[in-house]
């Protein structure tokens, strides 16, 4: 069975020595509260929650799935104590406002917890992961007693939320929603429709699910700025706010996935079932966004734990599996062959994992602080600029480390050779879990369209330029550092060329609008590069001072210097192909008419 | 459910028009048989045959899976009526020698029926597949009893083979197996060992099962110098050579795998089971590779059908599902959105695939002709260079179509956003059975020693002369053709820049053996992008000649140079990584020490 330790040491790491999270924490109102040493204790027992109870899950949840039996949803075995042992240990409301009943805690911290989960269990991780963006949803846009009445139950976890968007017809482009709902006389909204693909949308983990629903007012405009969003419990809440009537939403089937399996995936009937309407008439999509960029963070942390988890087996069954000499002559003489973690391919595949993983945490706690500014922060410059980065980020986090996070796995399953598609390893469902992160919260083509056309061009690359002045910054201030030379001279280039190119393809797009989805993926992924290779130039000056200052922990900081380098050398070059592709630019992508792709095969 | 047209365009397009297999049919003994007229009526009839008798069986059978019960294993419902058609219609014997009552058709004929079989219906396909590496086993060192009494049923198809290599403990190391065979009175050996992941190890489908099992004999030297290799039969032939009494081999348990789940991958133990020697004591080795250097091409072929079917089946679904509008204006006003196939990057991903599954075409069908000659060519110099040439494309074929099968694999369920994760779509079984196919028969890591270490290196760079010579004539007599420079230009540069990396890598290899390990998986990558340009020059050569000839299909030609030139545009560019990457050399994998790859987690 695959095993997981949280990676406690490179927290420390990247949190206290890198991104100097002690400080950041202190000037957080309410941050004091997350004393280095609080932290720390919280980081424990995360870790040992999910290596005890969660891990344990993960296979027997895969193998067993979900039951669905006269509309009610039976978890796999075991999910239902997790999740109670969850919410008894106070973890949903950890980072919530105290005002709904939170511990207030910095969101940051959720984050990292949230790795350790889906490093773990995935399955089980999306029960309680459906209620953040419940949440957000509510606290930003509910009414007070819409808070009072859902937004304190998911706080504390007794009740769990979901996304209601997607239909059959529809799923990116939710203008065309067919879903409607029709005021009643006391104010409430009888909601009739189908949704497919909501997550948790029936279980028995929780006593009541909240659902949160995109649906069209009678005479709404049409498209997108017709859309209202609404909540419609499964159960009414009485008088006393408990669950009360069932409301006339049921499951009607599960979906027949390729991983999650432990999480149930449902076609939800909305029969007029009883619904209250969230913000303002026809601003359902602007709610929409709120619940969506925070689910999009939390892809992406899936993308970096499953990462984590497959590179912990693999380098396990790399130091233990014997087979072949090294090239350069035996290493373990003694043994009938050696560990092929001698092996240089081997290492390739290791380190590979290895610096997605460590990157992407960067990545992820990097993000994470500005999540805590724009929540928490009192400084209004700082928070403006925290959200223009987050914005930027926001599409490579969850497209980059879902896309990266699909190549980690299977270069774990690769590791194991014929041993890692037997499903007994466990290597082959982390690729099956992961292959859901690159769809689910818009595809990475939609992050990529997000990323380029959304917050890069719109903003007439501004929102490009507050980060690329930041490294430009690092840059400089580094630029006299022999030490970090072989990091700092191919950023400043790399960083040069990604606003060039970027205004490159924003004169194309004036005269061709096709020239934005044709560099898109090519331009995330571009960006997702420059961006981690940004983090591993602080990290590689982290350690260099670390080890120059004398350490006893001189090892790990020559491992980090090791895998800045890999990165580096190994995976950075792969900006030149993304480059060379996206400046191909649409012609290479519309030439084809859509009735000549298929003159291969078509009779 | 997914829809299968075998690309008989296409075929015709690289047989006839640009590979001339009839004049190379016609030069070949025997080949007149394979007439333009018996050829197409051949792949129409397999086709067919694959369309209307495999297709159906395809996902029942990976929802079905095997069942072990009482030591056999029942296929899938309809497995065993399709393999009995596959019988009736003579399809084992295609290719064979009349000598032991095959048809005696060219070998390649068989490869392009096999690419509509596996694109199909992998699972079943490697109930015959397996079949093939081991008549080739029997027909190159078996004794003339075996011959007719194994290689006949083989290739009649009532008996199936099998290829007993992989231990619990090695895989790759085959040297460290401990099967053991020790000499009966007779002149029969007693196998004794375990064997795991044994492909159609046992089954339903025909009257007996023929294992190829490699073993070692008493005193046999250390490691993979002393494997001799046996053929031990399911059942043994009575005096009439029908199936009689039950030998001691039996099928211990069925493997969970990711995918390929109807196909019986078996754990077989061998319980003094009677067997025989096949070729020297001591030399299973070599006929292993005889074995495995068809199986490895088959996989390749694989990749390949995989490819196919998840492309027109994504083309279909991306010409059908309406979503959004596209960016330049709306391109089916009449409808509530666009088609998304009017979207660059679903165009993109479409692209990959169709490029991929030509560019594999090609690149199989030239293979082919190599494996013609080698097997019945007259002219010795043209066999010799058809060995060299086969060695050297060999691992391409595995590696290289398996990685970018898995790549375009994931494209299909990417284009299908959400619902490519639901089983019922049937693209996500596409990417779970593609999966295996890095693996098995030796992994990408494997392929890449081999192309590299044995293939290239250690013949000082001659075999890999032998293509880049041929590359560097065609360059030359279109040098002065401008309406090719677009592919000839880059591909000259391309193709000496390969030579000139090989010697580079060579001379570091000298000092450090390491070095061909840490080049080895990005320089065969890097060699598949090229020889694939090679073949995308050659075929918009042909399609330019076809067109400015004048021709009723020059829609056609017209996709083919807009997918060469996607090709050349979109994914060439990756060459620029893989050469960065390998050209970082051993430092960037060896320097972190074994112990410090965990540091990060480990407490």
């Known amino acids: 069975m695959p095993d997981y330790q949280a990676p406690l040491r490179d927290l420390r ?55 669905l039996e006269g509309g009610e949803v039976k978890a796999p075995k075991g999910f239902k104590e997790a999740y109670a042992q969850y919410v008894e240990g106070g973890w949903p409301s950890l980072a919530a406002d105290p005002a709904h009943g939170g511990q207030g805690l910095p969101p940051s911290l959720a984050m990292v917890l949230n790795e350790m989960v889906c490093a773990t269990n995935l399955a089980w991780g999306m029960y309680p992961g459906l209620s953040h963006g419940a949440a957000d949803a509510l606290r930003h846009h509910g009414t007070e007693e819409q808070q009072a009445t859902y937004l304190t139950r998911l706080v504390e ?38 949704k497919i693909f909501i997550s948790a949308g029936e279980h028995d983990l929780a006593e009541n699910i909240v659902h949160l629903v995109l649906a069209k007012l009678p005479d709404a405009p049409e498209g997108s700025r017709g859309i209202s969003l609404f909540v419609v419990p499964k159960f009414l809440p009485d008088a006393e706010g408990n669950p009360g009537e069932r409301n006339g939403v049921v499951c009607g089937s599960l979906e027949h996935k390729m991983g999650i399996h432990g999480n149930a995936t449902c076609v939800m009937n909305f029969d007029a079932a009883k619904g209250y309407l969230v913000g303002a008439p026809n601003k359902g999509l602007a709610c929409m966004f709120t619940m969506m960029n925070a689910a999009r963070i939390g892809v992406g942390i899936q993308g970096l734990g499953l990462t984590e988890a497959s590179f912990q087996n693999a380098l396990a069954y790399a130091r233990d599996r014997l087979q072949m000499r090294a090239l350069g002559g035996p290493k373990s003489p ?21 610096a997605f993983a460590e990157g992407g945490r960067m990545l992820v706690l990097y993000t994470a602080q500005m999540i805590d500014s724009v929540e928490h922060g009192t400084d209004a410059d700082e928070k403006a600029r925290a959200e223009t980065l987050l914005g930027l980020l926001t599409p490579i986090v ?45 595809t990475t083509g939609i992050q990529a369209l997000d990323l380029l056309g959304r917050k890069v061009l719109m903003s007439q690359g501004e929102s490009l330029k507050v980060f690329t002045r930041e490294i430009h910054k690092f840059c400089q201030a580094e630029e006299g550092n022999g ?32 020239e934005v989805g044709a560099a898109s993926v090519d331009y995330l992924m571009y960006s997702g ?29 020559r491992a980090k210097l090791d895998t800045a380098r890999f990165f580096y050398q190994r995976l950075l070059p792969r900006t030149r192909a993304h480059k060379a592709a996206l400046e191909a630019g649409a012609e290479s992508l519309m030439a084809i008419g859509a009735e000549d792709f298929g003159l291969g095969f078509e009779i």
Request: charged share 25%; glycine share 10%; proline share 4%.
């Open 13 to 67: 790491f990247v949190m206290d020595e890198m991104l100097d999270y002690p400080a950041h924490y202190a000037r957080l109102p309410g941050g004091e509260e997350a004393s280095p040493d609080v932290v720390a204790a919280i980081l424990e027992e995360g870790a040992r929650f999910a290596r005890e109870v969660l891990l344990p899950l993960n296979q027997s949840g895969d193998r067993e799935g979900c039951l």
């Open 157 to 194: 976890g007794t009740w769990t939320g979901t996304m209601c968007l997607t239909e059959p017809h529809c799923g990116t482009d939710l203008g065309l929603i067919k879903t409607r709902a029709v005021p009643n006389d006391e104010g409430s909204y009888a909601v009739t429709g189908t």
């Open 334 to 354: 003694e043994k009938a062959a050696d560990p092929i973690i001698v092996h240089p391919d081997v290492r390739r595949m290791l380190l590979t994992q290895k």
């Open 398 to 442: 969850k497209a980059f480390l879902t896309e990266v996070g699909f190549e980690a796995t299977n270069e774990g399953v690769q590791v194991f050779g014929g041993h890692g598609f037997i499903q007994e390893w466990g290597m082959e469902q982390l690729v099956r879990d992961a292959r859901i992160t690159r769809l689910y919260e818009g």
């Open 483 to 514: 030490e970090l030379a072989e990091f700092v001279r191919p950023l400043a280039k790399l960083n040069q060329e990604w606003g060039e190119m970027t205004m490159a393809i924003g004169m194309k797009a004036m005269s061709d609008r096709e």
């Open 529 to 557: 590069y420059v961006t981690l290779a940004y983090l591993f130039a602080r990290a590689a000056k982290q350690a260099r001072m670390a080890l120059s200052e004398g350490t006893f922990d001189a090892a790990f900081y």
